[in-house]
């Protein structure tokens, strides 16, 4: 199975949250860091479909409130900002705000 990030909506879905590290190295020359979860470039990869997740990917300027609504913003990160089902869809709820560094937990389940 093929999953391609897409800037535009289109009646896109999302799929799941990306669980690995993605680079793109000469493994001729370096190794990939099994510490941080590493995969080449156009290599096998986790997508987390149900669950949670702490990120720092949360569009720049959103504020999130425990309870508040996440969904996925045009550039694939969350966002507390709904502009319509097929441009912004929900993704899940934000289970704490963003701390001092920008991370906040997110639960969501896009198994259909």
Do not use: W
């Not at 590493?38 to 300027?61: A, D, H, P």
């Not at 441009?87 to 259909?112: T, W």
């Amino acid at each position: 199975a093929v999953v391609i990030y897409s800037s535009t909506s289109s009646g896109k879905v999302p799929v799941g949250c990306l669980m690995n590290d993605m680079v793109d190295v000469d493994l001729t020359k370096h190794h990939l860091n099994p510490y941080k979860d590493e995969v080449q470039k156009g290599g096998k990869v986790n997508l987390r479909t149900f669950g949670y997740v702490t990120t720092n990917m949360i569009k720049s300027g959103d504020t999130p409130a425990v309870g508040n609504r996440a969904y996925l913003a045009a550039d694939g990160r969350v966002t507390v900002t709904n502009t319509g089902a097929t441009d912004s869809p929900a993704v899940g709820i934000f289970l704490s705000q963003k701390d001092q560094d920008g991370y906040a937990k997110v639960s969501f389940n896009l198994q259909k």
